[in-house]
């Protein structure tokens, strides 16, 4: 009935199906671009620093002034008025003078390094004693030097945070180019499923997948909107789904628990016009019965009714999806998607021939896997993030280096 | 002139003076929950599962009606009426007796475990040959299994992540208790600084460090409140840092280069009502010149004008503040403080006495120091995070493990 795919072949499916997609742009304050993908490459318009600069506060000197100074012989320096910050010299400076030259003052014309001023006396004579010598370019950054004009500075599809935004405010962006979100239709289906703020009475549980997907579908740099929970009908869950799809870029719908679900998720998919079923059950633990068809060019994804389930799959499938629908050219430099290197704290046994995801707890670079039953809330509350066991591993040794993915 | 500080003893003043500011509170939806710091404990106010639940699709059954089944000598049981997800069954199962049950729904009174559905076989004769045998709770997870009523899920002074979520929701938490941001009050001073929209002339430069600053303060979940570029002139910039201090609950004021200004923000901050100066000068590389200060009650921060120190110095000091201040109950479970181990690819002599912080770009867990003269703009944008380098260290060894701070 499945037509199972690995973990390899879903990623390559997804690569290929759906690599096309471009998102229109959007432009953005610098301040509200973190996390954003940008849409263009930023180049400087300018040399920077735009001008010769002294890294320290000292005296501008020409160097060769200062050669064989030292304590018992300091150079003897004639001193002509100061630089000050934000304004250019107008006098040019000759041999053997100096002047004073604030951090981040531009160096006179003439001048071609800074002595410290820690190693400067003055007497109050009008000269400066400098007891160090400086070779040409001591204590001085040179225009253009940091970025050239007309340098590539950050590059299409990097996702912006706190240090580009440094970047960009030095390069005189106050907006840039970022892809829109992609929009993520979230329905729910399950009849034993109630809206959270409700009371379960018997064997009902809360809608989490609606809540639990949207902060996830956030997370890596999407927008969702949520279809809430609808009932395990055909005709209604169809007519939810049609409407999804027209409004959204990507549809999710997971599914409740109860047995034939799945299936009315695949026929509600496959009645879709143009509908094309690519993945009909991945060979992983937990999660397997998960669909990834494309229908009018838009993914549609089912994903198990089980939160602990779909969580997995969420950070294992649709992070890589909806980053690559957004163009994000380092998959990996989400904050979403740290990973570290710790060791598993005990034998941990596993299926030979899928793929395993196992919540770990952290603790000092030692990860102890969570044995969840199907529990939910202590495995989620207590994990860091968690590992994934490769399909050809008959499990972990205690001991054993593993890559923890924080979530 | 500088009372100058270790890092640890500037860790110490920080931990001392500014423990006790606790925030207000609001409350927002779960949704808007993510990196936010949770004021109150969550308790469970119900056992989850609310019921006895199957953790598989199959057949509940008595366990010891199974025993001895095999392939060879399936166990024949009565088939009863199928339990419905959602709906709690209202007949109890008899010896030798079994019925369907879908995964998540409840078990039967009478019933002790499930059998998975692919040990059974259907002849629709009114029986089920179920060919593997169970034990008592096999399949199932009991009333209370995950979390029970009254229990302690989630602390007070957590980081909500999208895991938390989930975690509410099941719990039926649609709004939850979150701590107020603390305002942060962002001021820049210096002569040369002209704002970010506008072309540099002669040696002006952008001011940088508001933007970049505003969304350091955000990363770490404050809110920023920016009061532009004051001018090097003692009343001015009193009168703005005066305002700040009104309105805010922490003011950063980020000195221009030039000399004597830092005096400037010191004379500044000494003309406070009730201020102390806690810290003038941290022993550190780069961001010497570091104030800190209270003032009716509230931290007054001096930073280096140069962006790259203040970027530094934000992210060991600042982030440390206001995370405290937040009452963070683990300081790095923030998504801004991941650390990564790796192994530094080159040696780096360094200065005795003093800590030093270098940026490095990691490629494959090899760190490459970045050498950035007074640069900025490539340091920054080349930079994956940065590394530590003890004041008792004098340097590090090619090869050396090293912790990269993300940035």
Chains 1, 2 share one sequence.
């Not at 003078?97 to 071609?112: H, R, V």
């Not at 400098?130 to 340098?151: Q, R």
């Not at 879709?272 to 060979?283: D, F, N, R, T, W």
């Not at 034998?347 to 919540?359: K, L, Q, T």
Request: proline share 4%; aromatic share 8%.
């Amino acid at each position: 009935m499945f037509n199972v795919k690995t973990v390899e072949e879903t990623f390559e499916i997804i690569k290929e199906k759906f690599i096309c997609m471009s998102f229109e742009y959007e432009e953005v304050s610098i301040l509200d671009s973190i996390n954003r993908v940008l849409h263009e490459n930023v180049y400087s318009e300018e040399n920077i620093p735009s001008f010769n600069k002294s890294t320290v506060d000292g005296y501008a000197v020409k160097a060769k002034d200062t050669f064989g100074a030292s304590e018992s012989m300091p150079a003897q320096l004639k001193l002509v008025p100061e630089v000050k910050m934000g304004i250019t010299p107008e006098f040019v400076l000759n041999e053997m003078e100096s002047c004073y030259i604030p951090t981040g003052g531009e160096l006179p014309k003439g001048a071609d390094s800074v002595v410290m001023i820690e190693y400067s006396e003055d007497y109050r004579d009008g000269f400066i004693y400098l007891n160090k010598s400086v070779a040409p370019g001591n204590g001085v950054i040179y225009c253009g030097d940091d970025v050239k004009n007309g340098d590539l500075v950050i590059v299409e599809g990097t996702v912006i945070k706190e240090k580009h935004v440094a970047v960009l405010a030095s390069l005189g962006y106050e907006y840039i180019k970022v892809r829109k979100k992609p929009v993520v239709g979230i329905i729910s289906t399950g009849d034993e499923l109630i809206s959270i703020g409700e009371k379960p009475v018997g064997s009902q549980v809360r809608d989490i997948n609606s809540y639990a997907l949207s902060v996830l579908v956030k997370s890596c740099g999407g927008d969702f909107k949520s279809y809430g929970i609808v009932k395990d009908i055909f005709a209604e869950l169809q007519a939810v789904v049609d409407k999804a799809i027209l409004e959204c870029d990507i549809v999710i719908i997971s599914g409740g628990s109860s047995v034939g679900v799945k299936d009315q998720t695949l026929k509600v998919i496959e009645d879709i016009k143009e509908s094309e079923i690519l993945v009909h059950g991945i060979a992983v633990k937990p999660g397997k019965p998960t669909i990834l068809a494309k229908a009018t060019g838009k993914p549609v994804v089912g994903l198990p009714g089980h939160p602990g389930s779909a969580f997995f799959i969420f950070k294992v499938f649709m992070e890589r999806l909806i980053k690559q629908m957004l163009g994000q050219k380092d998959r990996d430099s989400n904050r979403n998607s740290i990973e570290v290197e710790c060791l598993i704290s005990q034998n941990y046994p596993s299926n030979h021939g899928r793929e395993e995801y196992v919540a770990v707890k952290i603790q000092e670079n030692i990860a102890t896997p969570l044995h969840g039953k199907s529990g939910l809330i202590r495995l989620l509350a207590d994990s860091s993030g968690f590992i994934r066991i490769g399909k050809n591993s008959e499990g972990l040794l205690k001991g054993e280096k593993v890559k923890v993915q924080i979530w």
